[in-house]
C-alpha cells in the first residue's frame, strides 16, 4: 500500500484560509429578489429617474418577499452566483402583513446555511425600502455589488470555472 505522508493540520488550515485570488476584471454575478409593490416599483423607478445602478444585478420580482424559498437562494449560489440579496417594503408596510418579517428570518437562517458550507454570509442580505425609494434602490445596488466585488467570486463560482462549466464567465 502507498504511503500517504500527513499534512500537518496548521499547513490544511492555511491552505483552506488562503484568500483566493481575485480575478482581474472580475465582475459579480448578483441576484436581487425584489417583491412586486415595493422594492421593484423602486428599481423601476430609479430607471425612470434614470439612475445609474450595477448592470451586474439581476432582478427576480416576487409577489412578497414572504414568497422566499431557501431553495431559490441555495440554488443560486449552487449555480455560481457570486451574491443575493432580497429587497422587500418597509417594516409594517408589507402588501401581505409580515411577509417581509419571515423573509428577514429566512434570510438569516440561509446566512447561517451558507456560512456552515465556507461561503461569506455578506454574500446574502435584505434590505427595505418603499416604492418612492429609486435612489435607494440605486445605492443598495451599487454598494452591495461593490462588497461583493471585493469579496472576489464565490467558492461554488470558481470551483465551476475550474470544471469550465461557467457560460457566463466565458461571456465575459
Ligand atoms: Fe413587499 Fe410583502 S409586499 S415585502
Not at 32 to 37: K, P, R, T, V, W
Request: glycine residues 8%; proline residues 6%.
Amino acid at each position: 500500500m502507498a504511503q500517504v505522508e500527513e499534512t500537518p493540520g496548521q499547513e490544511i488550515l492555511s491552505m483552506i484560509e488562503k484568500p483566493h485570488e481575485i480575478p482581474e476584471g472580475f465582475e459579480p454575478n448578483i441576484l436581487a429578489f425584489a417583491c412586486n409593490y415595493c422594492a421593484f416599483a423602486a428599481a423601476d423607478l430609479a430607471g425612470v429617474m434614470r439612475l445609474k445602478y450595477s448592470p451586474s444585478v439581476k432582478i427576480i420580482r416576487l409577489p412578497c418577499t414572504g414568497k422566499l424559498d431557501h431553495i431559490y437562494v441555495l440554488r443560486a449560489f449552487e449555480k455560481g452566483v457570486d451574491g443575493v440579496f432580497v429587497a422587500g417594503c418597509l417594516v409594517g408596510q408589507c402588501h401581505f402583513l409580515e411577509g417581509n418579517i419571515a423573509a428577514a428570518k429566512r434570510v438569516a437562517h440561509i446566512r447561517k446555511l451558507l456560512e456552515s458550507v465556507g461561503i461569506d454570509p455578506a454574500r446574502h442580505e435584505m434590505f427595505n425600502l418603499s416604492a418612492a425609494q429609486g435612489p435607494r434602490w440605486a445605492e443598495i445596488c451599487m454598494e452591495f455589488t461593490e462588497r461583493i466585488r471585493k469579496l472576489g467570486p464565490s467558492p461554488a463560482h470558481i470551483a465551476i470555472d475550474k470544471k469550465g462549466g461557467n457560460k457566463r464567465s466565458e461571456q465575459k
